[in-house]
C-alpha cells in the first residue's frame, strides 16, 4: 500500500495515465476526467493539513535508495512551509484547468496532460529532502510550462517559451553545481556520500566555499523568483501564456524560488547568508524589484502584463522578510507566498474571464464594466484590495508582519516598503477605475457576467482572502515552527572552518554497480 506522501504525489500520474486511454475525439470526456483527477490530488492534500503536527518539524517522512552509490535517496517529508505550498499548488492547479474549459479547443488531450504531469512535479519539489530529487523534480516542471506557452500561447509564444526555457535552465545548472560542490564538501569531511539536506547542514565549509555554494544556489532561485535583472522572462511568459497557464505561473512557480532559499540556502550556507556583503546585494535586489516592479505597472497598457510586473514587485517582499534573519520577517514571508498566490491567481484568471469575452488585453478597451458585470466588478475589487495589502482581506496580514520583521533591521528597507505599497495601490486603483468605474464603451455594453463555472472558480478564492484576513491564527501557528527553526539555525551555525594551506585528500571514485 503506497503511503501518504507518495500517494499524493502519483495522484496525478494515474490521472494522467487515465486520460492518455481516453480518445482525443472525445475531448468533453477528456475536460471532465482531467478536472475530476486534479480537483482528486487537491482534496488529497486535506489530509495532511488534517494530521499535521504544529509542534513538530517534518513529518510522513518517507526514505527509501534511489542511487545509492552516490547517496541519493527517494526522500519524502513536509512541514509548515511546504504543507501550506502542497495545498495550495493542489486548488491552484484545479482551479487553473477548470478555467480552461472554454479556453482550449486545440490539442486538448496534450494539453490536460501537460497540466497533470506539471501537478506532478510541483508537489515533487515540495515534498523533496534530498537534493538531487528536488532537482529532478525541479528541472520536470520546465518541460510541461514550456509546451504550455510554446503550443497554446499568443503570437508571441514562441519567444516567450524559449526564452523562459533559456533562463531557467541557465539558472538550474548552477544550482546544481552548487548541490553537486556541497555534495562533495560533505564527502570529503564524512566520507558518507548524501544529497540529505538534514545531512548536508553538517557539512563543515570554508567561507569562501560557503559563499560560492550560495551563490550558485542563489542562480536557480533567483531566477525563479524572479528577482531583477532576472526577470525579463516573466513578463513575456505571463503575457503569452494562456490563461491557466500565467494563473500556476504566477500563484506557484515562482514559489519555488522563495522555498529553495528557505529550504536551502539559509539553512545550508548559513554564515553566506549571513555575510553583510551578501546581505546588502539581496535587500538591493529586493527594494529594486519591489519599486521598479511598482513604477512599471504604472506605465503599463496590457492589463496581464500590469499584474506580471506586480508579481516582481511583490516578490521584492518576500526575497526581503526572507533575508531580515528574524522569525516575523520570515513567517511574513512565508504568509506573503500563499497570499500572492491567491490574489495574483485571481487577477490573471480575471483577465482570462474578459479576454474570453472580448479577445484583448488592451486597458484602454475597457471601461465601465461595472453595469454588464456588477459580480465581475465585484471580485476585480476584492481581488485588487487584496493585491494592495488592505484590511481585512490576506495580503494585509503578510505584508503587515513583513514591516514587523523589516522595522528593527532597517528604517531605509522599511521606507522603500511603505514606498512600494503606496505604488502598488496607486496601479491598481487605476487599472479598477479605468476598467471597472466610467462610461460603458459600445463593445462592452452587452458582455455577459460570470458564468456558474467562473464563479465556482472565483469563491474559494474569494472565501480564501477573507478567511486569512479575518482568521490569520491558525497559518501562524503551522508557520510559526519552521521560522522559528530557520532562525535558530542561522543564530547558531558553527563558524566557517579555515581554508588549509594544503588540501591533500585521497578520494575513491564513484563505483556504480549494476545489479
Same mark, same amino acid.
Request: hydrophobic letters at 55%; aromatic letters at 12%; charged letters at 10%.
Given at each position: ?11 496525478? #500520474?494515474? *490521472? #494522467? ?23 482528486? =490530488? ?47 499548488? %493542489? ?12 479556453? $482550449? ?74 548541490? +553537486?560542490?556541497?555534495?562533495?564538501? /560533505? ?9 540529505? +539536506? ?7 565549509? &570554508? ?16 531566477? !525563479? ?19 491557466? *497557464? =500565467? ?7 515562482? !514559489? ?44 503599463? !497598457? ?11 514587485? /511583490? ?12 522569525? @516575523? *520577517?520570515?513567517?511574513? &514571508? ?5 497570499? /500572492?498566490?491567491?490574489? @495574483? ?13 472580448? /479577445? ?34 490576506? *495580503? ?7 514591516? #514587523?520583521?523589516?522595522?528593527?533591521? &532597517? ?8 514606498? %512600494?505599497?503606496?505604488?502598488? @495601490?496607486?496601479? #491598481? ?6 476598467? $471597472? ?26 472565501? &480564501? ?12 501557528? $503551522? ?5 522559528? !527553526? $530557520? ?13 588549509? =594551506? ?14
Amino acid at each position: 500500500m503506497l503511503s501518504i506522501l507518495t500517494s499524493l504525489l502519483v495522484a496525478p #500520474l494515474i *490521472g #494522467l495515465l487515465v486520460l492518455l486511454a481516453i480518445p482525443s475525439s472525445s475531448p468533453r470526456r477528456i475536460k471532465i476526467w482531467a478536472n475530476f483527477a486534479s480537483l482528486v =490530488s487537491a482534496l488529497m492534500t486535506l489530509p495532511l493539513l488534517a494530521n499535521f503536527d504544529r509542534n513538530q518539524d517534518f513529518q510522513f517522512v518517507e526514505r527509501l535508495p534511489w542511487i545509492p552509490s552516490i547517496g541519493a535517496s527517494y526522500y519524502l517529508a513536509v512541514d509548515g512551509i511546504s504543507l501550506l505550498l502542497l495545498v495550495m499548488t %493542489g486548488f491552484i492547479t484545479f482551479l487553473a484547468i477548470l478555467s480552461s474549459w472554454n479556453a $482550449i479547443d486545440t490539442r486538448v488531450k496534450e494539453y490536460y496532460a501537460c497540466f497533470l504531469f506539471l501537478q506532478f512535479s510541483m508537489m515533487g519539489v515540495f515534498l523533496s529532502l534530498d537534493f538531487l530529487l528536488f532537482f529532478v523534480f525541479w528541472e520536470m516542471v520546465l518541460i510541461p510550462m514550456y509546451f504550455i506557452i510554446a503550443i497554446w500561447g499568443a503570437e508571441r509564444r514562441a519567444y516567450a517559451s524559449i526564452k523562459f526555457l533559456i533562463y531557467t535552465v541557465v539558472g538550474s545548472v548552477l544550482m546544481l553545481v552548487g548541490g +553537486i560542490a556541497l555534495h562533495w564538501q /560533505h564527502f570529503l569531511a564524512t566520507g558518507v556520500r548524501t544529497f540529505a +539536506i538534514d545531512e548536508l547542514m553538517n557539512t563543515p565549509l &570554508s567561507l569562501t566555499m560557503e559563499l560560492g555554494i550560495f551563490w550558485a544556489l542563489f542562480a536557480g532561485f533567483a531566477v !525563479k523568483v524572479p528577482m531583477i535583472p532576472f526577470h525579463t522572462w516573466l513578463p513575456d511568459a505571463h503575457t503569452e501564456a494562456p490563461t491557466a *497557464g =500565467s494563473v500556476v505561473l504566477a500563484s506557484i512557480l515562482l !514559489k519555488m524560488g522563495t522555498y529553495g532559499f528557505l529550504r536551502f540556502s539559509l539553512p545550508l550556507t548559513p554564515n553566506a547568508s549571513r555575510d553583510p556583503l551578501t546581505v546588502k546585494i539581496i535587500a538591493a535586489l529586493s527594494i529594486g524589484a519591489i519599486l521598479y516592479g511598482a513604477l512599471v505597472c504604472l506605465l503599463q !497598457k496590457d492589463w496581464k502584463k500590469l499584474i506580471a510586473y506586480s508579481s516582481v514587485s /511583490h516578490m521584492g517582499f518576500v526575497t526581503l522578510g526572507i533575508f531580515t534573519f528574524n522569525q @516575523a *520577517g520570515i513567517t511574513g &514571508s512565508m504568509l506573503a507566498q500563499i497570499n /500572492h498566490g491567491i490574489s @495574483a491567481g485571481m487577477l490573471f484568471l480575471i483577465i482570462g474571464v474578459v479576454y474570453d469575452r472580448r /479577445h484583448t488585453r488592451e486597458i484602454a478597451q475597457y471601461s465601465g464594466l461595472w453595469k454588464p458585470m456588477p459580480l465581475f466588478g465585484v471580485v476585480v475589487l476584492i481581488a485588487s484590495l487584496s493585491s494592495m495589502g488592505m484590511p481585512p482581506l490576506n *495580503g494585509f496580514i503578510g505584508e503587515m508582519t513583513i514591516l #514587523l520583521g523589516v522595522y528593527p533591521v &532597517s528604517w531605509n528597507w522599511t521606507v522603500a516598503c511603505m514606498t %512600494g505599497i503606496v505604488l502598488g @495601490a496607486a496601479y #491598481l486603483l487605476w487599472v479598477f477605475q479605468r476598467t $471597472i468605474w466610467g462610461n460603458t464603451s459600445e463593445p462592452n455594453r452587452n458582455l455577459p457576467d460570470l458564468n456558474l463555472r467562473e464563479k465556482l472558480i472565483f469563491l474559494p478564492l474569494v472565501i &480564501s482572502a477573507f478567511l486569512i484576513g479575518l482568521w490569520p491564527r491558525p497559518l501562524f501557528e $503551522i508557520l510559526d515552527r519552521p521560522s522559528m !527553526k $530557520i532562525v535558530q539555525r542561522l543564530q547558531s551555525a558553527p563558524a566557517p572552518v579555515p581554508v588549509p =594551506s594544503v588540501v591533500v585528500a585521497t578520494v575513491p571514485p564513484v563505483v556504480l554497480t549494476y545489479k
